[in-house]
């Protein structure tokens, strides 16, 4: 059955281009908004029409941030080859286990981007 209804025009409001995710740049990373909606991470096919010159976009996947985490989370999981829940690291026993780190920590020094780098506050 065939529905008289005229399509509705579909609103695109992309709110950040990530990249490519490809060499070919025919799958995109993006955040954009769909007909006025919540912006959602984007992850989509792309191509640009001989006919108009214009961006179009064709299927993929819409995720929220919570979804978008969830799945980092998952790929990390997934990624250092164990299927079990990554634990959190200890780094009482790290600075422990090197000799005079707590006492340099008080005394003003501290760590940095998660390596033992010791510099001035």
């Avoid at 992850?43 to 978008?68: C, F, W």
């Avoid at 790929?75 to 006492?103: C, L, P, Q, W």
């Amino acid at each position: 059955m065939k529905s008289n209804k005229k399509k509705e025009e579909i609103t695109v409001d992309v709110k950040e281009e990530y990249g490519p995710l490809n060499d070919k740049e025919t799958k995109v990373f993006s955040l954009i908004s769909w007909n006025g909606a919540e912006p959602k991470f984007d992850i989509r096919t792309q191509y640009v029409s001989k006919k108009d010159n214009k961006k179009h976009y064709g299927p993929g996947v819409a995720l929220t941030k919570d979804e978008m985490d969830m799945l980092v989370a998952k790929y990390m999981v997934a990624d250092s080859g164990s299927h079990a829940t990554k634990e959190a690291v200890d780094f009482t026993k790290i600075f422990d286990s090197a000799e005079g780190i707590t006492e340099k920590r008080k005394n003003g020094l501290l760590t940095q981007d998660g390596y033992v780098v010791l510099k001035k506050k």
